[in-house]
C-alpha cells in the first residue's frame, strides 16, 4: 500500500507569485509520480494587506487541485507577528487544517513541512494530535538561507525549539547540515532540493558543438539582484578579465540592485557585451541555457543553490564561489570554483573560459539528473519516510 503523504506549503504559486511555494508543489509531484497518494496543505500566512482569494473568509479551509494535486488550504494574515504571537496561532490554523484533511482523506503516513517557521507551528501540534507513536511520522526539511554561522538571531532559536522536535529533520545541503549542528545542535539528513531537470536540457545546437560557426563565449549567471548573489562583484570581474575581449555576459533575475548594477555595466565599459534580461518564465530561461557556453555565480552563501543545477541539467559547465550548497556537486566534471579576492575571480574566470571546450556537456547533465531529478529525491524522500 502506498504512503499518504500531507505535504505542507507556504501557499499555491501564482501569476503574482511564482515561486510561492515552489519547492513543495515540486516535492509534492514528484512524491505522487512515485505512487504515494499525496495532498497539499497550505498555511497561508501573508499579510491581509496583500488581497487574495480567501481573505474575506479568514480560517476556513478550502478544498481545491492545484497541478492535478488535491489541496486543502487556509489562509490566516499572520505577516511578520513576533515569534511568541505566531506559533501559537500558526499551531491553531494548522490544527483546523489538519483535521480537515483526515476528514476528507484520512489519517496521513507522513507530514512533511518545509522551512522552521511554518514547522514551528506544524511540528508540535501534530505530535501532539498522532494517536500512535508512528503515525503520521512528522518530517521537516530546512532550506532557509537565513541561517548561516554566527548570524542566527534569537527568532531563529525560538522557531528551531518547536520545530526541529520532528521525528526526521532534513537540509537540503551538506553545508545546511553543518550549521544546524554547529547552531542547534541538530543532527540532520541530507536531502537536496530537486530540480525540474527535464525543462533544462543540452541543447542540440549548443554554439561550443563543433559544427557551429565561431561565436563570441556567453556566459550566464541566473539570480535576485539582491546583494547575496553577488552580481556587481561578476560585473566586476568579468570587465577586467575581458576588457579587449569579445566574451559575452546575460544576467537573468530581477530585484532592488538593478539599478546599481545598470550603472556598473556602463561604468566599466562593456555596456555593449553585457544583458540584464530581467525576470524570465522557465521557457525563456530555458533558452538561455541553451545559448550560453558556461554558467557563472558568485554567490555569498547558498543553502543549495536550485540554478546552479539548473545549469548543469542544461549541460554547462559551472563556475561557483564556496558558498555552502554548491560543494556538494562542483566537481571536476562539472566545472570549478573562484577564490576569495578579485584577482582570483579575474584569474578563475579566464581559466573558466579558456577550458569550456574541455567539459562534456553529456556528462554534466548526467550527473544532474542522477541526484536532483525528481525521481532520484523522492526515492530518497521514500527510504527516510521508511526508516
Known amino acids: 500500500m502506498s504512503a499518504f503523504v500531507v505535504v505542507v506549503a507556504r501557499g499555491v504559486p501564482d501569476a503574482s507569485s511564482p515561486l510561492l ?7 509534492a509531484l514528484a512524491l505522487q509520480q512515485a505512487g504515494c497518494h499525496v495532498v497539499v496543505a497550505v498555511l497561508d500566512c501573508r499579510s491581509p494587506r496583500r488581497r487574495r482569494a480567501g481573505l474575506l473568509t479568514p480560517w476556513r479551509v478550502r478544498h481545491s487541485t492545484f497541478e492535478g494535486l488535491p489541496v486543502a488550504r487556509i489562509d490566516i494574515g499572520l505577516g511578520s507577528l513576533p515569534v511568541r504571537a505566531f506559533v501559537p496561532l500558526l499551531g491553531r490554523a494548522w490544527r483546523r487544517l489538519y483535521e480537515a484533511v483526515v476528514e476528507h482523506h484520512g489519517r496521513p503516513d507522513v507530514v512533511h513541512a ?3 517557521r511554518w514547522a514551528a507551528g506544524v511540528v508540535p501540534t501534530t505530535l501532539r494530535l498522532r494517536d500512535g507513536a508512528d503515525q503520521p511520522l512528522v518530517v521537516v526539511t530546512e532550506h532557509s538561507s537565513r541561517l548561516r554561522r554566527g548570524s542566527v538571531t534569537s527568532e531563529d532559536r525560538a522557531l528551531a525549539r518547536h520545530a526541529y522536535r520532528a521525528d526526521r529533520v532534513l537540509a537540503v545541503s551538506s553545508a545546511l547540515a553543518e550549521v544546524l549542528a554547529a547552531e542547534f545542535g541538530v543532527t540532520a539528513t541530507v536531502v537536496p532540493d530537486l530540480v525540474d531537470v527535464d525543462a533544462f536540457q ?3 545546437a549548443h554554439p561550443t558543438h563543433p559544427a557551429q560557426p565561431a561565436a563570441p563565449t556567453r556566459l550566464l549567471s541566473v539570480g535576485n539582484l539582491i546583494p547575496r548573489k553577488g552580481m556587481d562583484r561578476l560585473l566586476r570581474a568579468f570587465a577586467a578579465a575581458f576588457a579587449t575581449s569579445d566574451a559575452e555576459l546575460v544576467i537573468v533575475g530581477q530585484g532592488p540592485e538593478r539599478g546599481h548594477l545598470e550603472e556598473l555595466v556602463t561604468s566599466s565599459g562593456v555596456g555593449d557585451r553585457v544583458r540584464l534580461t530581467g525576470g524570465l518564465g522557465r521557457a525563456e530561461l530555458a533558452a538561455e541555457f541553451a545559448a550560453a557556453d558556461g554558467f557563472v555565480l558568485f554567490s555569498e552563501w547558498e543553502t543549495f543553490g536550485v540554478v546552479y543545477v539548473e545549469a548543469m541539467a542544461a549541460g554547462l559547465p559551472v563556475l561557483a564561489t564556496h558558498c555552502g550548497g554548491p560543494e556538494d556537486f562542483v566537481t571536476d566534471d562539472v566545472g ?3 577564490g576569495t579576492t578579485p584577482e582570483d575571480d579575474v584569474a578563475a574566470l579566464k581559466t573558466f573560459v579558456s577550458q ?7 556528462v554534466i547533465a548526467a550527473l544532474a539528473r542522477v541526484r536532483y531529478a525528481p525521481g532520484a529525491v523522492a526515492a530518497r524522500l521514500l527510504e527516510i519516510y521508511r526508516g
Open 202 to 204: 543540452p541543447h542540440p
Open 21 to 27: 511555494g515552489r519547492f513543495e508543489f515540486d516535492q
Open 114 to 116: 518545509h522551512f522552521t
Open 356 to 362: 569550456l571546450d574541455t567539459f562534456d556537456p553529456a
Open 336 to 338: 570549478m570554483f573562484t
